[in-house]
């Protein structure tokens, strides 16, 4: 069971690396988000190894949500950018434009508009990325 988590990290990562395009910043930014899923994949292995193996690891939580709660403040601009709502320095730093821009995307995406990017704002930025 062990070797189906392996191929799927390997599908994973390989998935990213087939379809990253861009700047060095977005590659980076998927690089660092294919990290973070494996992290959490790993995590998973790890705590599932002691109890046993369950392919539960695979339904206990979608790799959105997980990918929601592990973006990073440059992954948030830089999706902010790709969908055409920021167009500031991608430098990780959470200023006004960046809030005004995540207030234009709540707007805009029929979310509570408060100009912070919460999980719902972050799962509606996934796709940006």
Do not use: W
Not at 3 to 28: H, P
Not at 108 to 117: P, R, T
């Amino acid at each position: 069971m062990r070797k189906t988590v392996f191929a799927a990290l390997a599908l994973v990562v390989l998935a990213g690396c087939s379809t990253t395009r861009g700047t060095g910043a977005s590659i980076e930014n998927r690089v660092q988000a294919l990290e973070n899923r494996i992290q959490v994949l790993e995590s998973d292995v790890q705590t599932q190894g002691a109890s046993g193996y369950s392919s539960d690891v695979f339904t206990s939580k979608p790799v959105s949500d997980v990918a929601a709660e592990t973006m990073s403040k440059k992954q948030i601009q830089q999706a902010l950018k790709n969908a055409g709502y920021y167009d500031g320095t991608i430098d990780g730093k959470i200023g006004p434009r960046t809030k005004e821009a995540i207030k234009e995307f709540q707007k805009s995406s029929g979310l509570y508009v408060d100009g912070v990017a919460g999980r719902k704002t972050k799962e509606n930025l996934l796709r940006y990325l």
